[in-house]
C-alpha cells in the first residue's frame, strides 16, 4: 500500500511504487518514478526525470534532480537524475540533474550521503559510496565503487576517485586519487594504501599487499611515471586490482595528486 500524507504534492503523472511513504510537505513532480519501499520523510524536493530506486530512505529538506547550477545550462533543457537502490539520504542533501541536454548525474546503490552532502551536475557516483557531512563534488566528477568522501572535503570538476579510494576531512582534491589509495591536504595528495577501505570492499590480504608494492614502485622511487608504469606491469601481470589502479594512472586527464616526499616515511616500513 502507497502512503500519501495529505499535505505532499505528488503530480498524477509520476509512478510511485509499493508500500512507498510520501510524507508531509513532500513534492514529487511529473516524469518521475519511485521505486517500492522507498521513504520520503518530508519537505523533500523530487523534480521532473528524476528516477530513484527501490529501498531507499530520503531524509527531511533534501532535493533531487534540481536544475544544475552550471551557467551553461539553457532553460527547459531536458536532462536526468537517476538513483539507485537501498540509498540513504541525509537532511539538505542535493543532487542536481545533467547540464546538457539528455545528460544525466547518476549514483548507484547502497550508498549514504550524509547530510549537506552535494552532488553536482553530470556527477557519476558509484555503488557503496559513503559522502560524510558537508562533502562537496563539483560537475563531472566520477566517484569509483566503495569510495569514501570525508566531511567538509571538496572535489574538483572533473576529477575522479577510484574504487575504495578515500579523502580524508576537508580536503581539497583538484587532482584524479586512484583506486585503493587515501588523499588528504590542501590540495589533496595521496599518502597511503586504504588497507580498511580495500577490506570492507572484500580484497584479499594478497590483493592490498600487491597494490601497495604497486604504489611505492609507482612514487615512493625516483623513476618516471611512465617507467614505472612499466615495471609495475612486468612484476604484477596477472594482478586485477594493480591493473585497475594502472589503468587510472594512464587515463588521468587532470593529472595525478601525486604524493609528497614525506609520504615515504609512512609508507616504507609498512609491509
Same mark, same amino acid.
Given at each position: 500500500?502507497?502512503?500519501?500524507?495529505?499535505?505532499?504534492?505528488?503530480?498524477?503523472?509520476?509512478? +510511485?511504487?509499493?508500500?512507498?511513504?510520501?510524507?508531509?510537505?513532500?513534492?514529487?513532480?511529473?516524469?518521475?518514478?519511485?521505486?517500492?519501499?522507498?521513504?520520503?520523510?518530508?519537505?523533500?524536493?523530487?523534480?521532473?526525470?528524476?528516477?530513484?530506486?527501490?529501498?531507499?530512505?530520503?531524509?527531511?529538506?533534501?532535493?533531487?534532480?534540481?536544475?544544475?547550477?552550471?551557467?551553461?545550462?539553457?532553460?527547459?533543457?531536458?536532462?536526468?537524475?537517476? +538513483?539507485?537502490?537501498?540509498?540513504?539520504?541525509?537532511?539538505?542533501?542535493?543532487?542536481?540533474?545533467?547540464?546538457?541536454?539528455?545528460?544525466?548525474?547518476? +549514483?548507484?546503490?547502497?550508498?549514504?550521503?550524509?547530510?549537506?552532502?552535494?552532488?553536482?551536475?553530470?556527477?557519476?557516483?558509484?555503488?557503496?559510496?559513503?559522502?560524510?557531512?558537508?562533502?562537496?563534488?563539483?560537475?563531472?566528477? +566520477?566517484?569509483?565503487?566503495?569510495?569514501?568522501?570525508?566531511?567538509?572535503?571538496?572535489?574538483?570538476?572533473?576529477?575522479?576517485?577510484?574504487?575504495?579510494?578515500?579523502?580524508?576531512?576537508?580536503?581539497?582534491?583538484?587532482?584524479?586519487?586512484?583506486?585503493?589509495?587515501?588523499?588528504?591536504?590542501?590540495?589533496?595528495?595521496?599518502?597511503?594504501?586504504?588497507?580498511?577501505?580495500?577490506?570492507?570492499?572484500?580484497?584479499?590480504?594478497?590483493?592490498?599487499?600487491?597494490?601497495?608494492?604497486?604504489?611505492?614502485?609507482?612514487?615512493?622511487?625516483?623513476?618516471?611515471?611512465?617507467?614505472?608504469?612499466?615495471?609495475?606491469?612486468?612484476?604484477?601481470?596477472?594482478?586485477?586490482?594493480?591493473?585497475?589502479?594502472?589503468?587510472?594512472?594512464?587515463?588521468?586527464?587532470?593529472?595525478?595528486?601525486?604524493?609528497?616526499?614525506?609520504?615515504?616515511?609512512?609508507?616504507?616500513?609498512?609491509?
Amino acid at each position: 500500500m502507497i502512503q500519501i500524507d495529505k499535505h505532499a504534492v505528488v503530480h498524477p503523472d509520476a509512478e +510511485i511504487g509499493d508500500n512507498c511513504v510520501i510524507g508531509p510537505f513532500c513534492t514529487v513532480a511529473a516524469d518521475t518514478k519511485i521505486g517500492a519501499n522507498t521513504k520520503l520523510r518530508s519537505h523533500v524536493v523530487v523534480e521532473p526525470h528524476t528516477t530513484i530506486g527501490q529501498d531507499c530512505d530520503v531524509f527531511p529538506y533534501t532535493t533531487l534532480g534540481m536544475q544544475s547550477q552550471d551557467l551553461k545550462y539553457v532553460p527547459d533543457t531536458v536532462c536526468y537524475t537517476e +538513483i539507485g537502490n537501498r540509498n540513504v539520504i541525509r537532511e539538505f542533501v542535493s543532487v542536481h540533474g545533467g547540464t546538457e541536454e539528455g545528460s544525466s548525474t547518476t +549514483i548507484g546503490d547502497d550508498c549514504a550521503l550524509l547530510a549537506h552532502s552535494h552532488v553536482a551536475h553530470n556527477c557519476h557516483v558509484g555503488n557503496h559510496v559513503v559522502m560524510s557531512h558537508g562533502a562537496t563534488l563539483a560537475g563531472h566528477v +566520477i566517484i569509483g565503487d566503495y569510495a569514501n568522501i570525508g566531511g567538509l572535503s571538496a572535489i574538483h570538476q572533473f576529477c575522479h576517485v577510484g574504487k575504495a579510494g578515500m579523502i580524508a576531512g576537508m580536503g581539497r582534491a583538484i587532482q584524479d586519487v586512484l583506486p585503493f589509495t587515501i588523499a588528504e591536504g590542501h590540495p589533496a595528495h595521496m599518502r597511503v594504501i586504504n588497507k580498511v577501505g580495500m577490506e570492507r570492499a572484500g580484497y584479499s590480504s594478497d590483493d592490498i599487499s600487491e597494490v601497495r608494492k604497486a604504489f611505492r614502485i609507482l612514487f615512493l622511487r625516483e623513476m618516471r611515471l611512465e617507467d614505472a608504469v612499466k615495471e609495475v606491469q612486468e612484476t604484477f601481470p596477472n594482478s586485477e586490482s594493480v591493473a585497475l589502479m594502472l589503468e587510472a594512472v594512464v587515463s588521468s586527464q587532470r593529472g595525478l595528486a601525486r604524493p609528497e616526499t614525506a609520504t615515504y616515511e609512512i609508507n616504507v616500513a609498512d609491509d
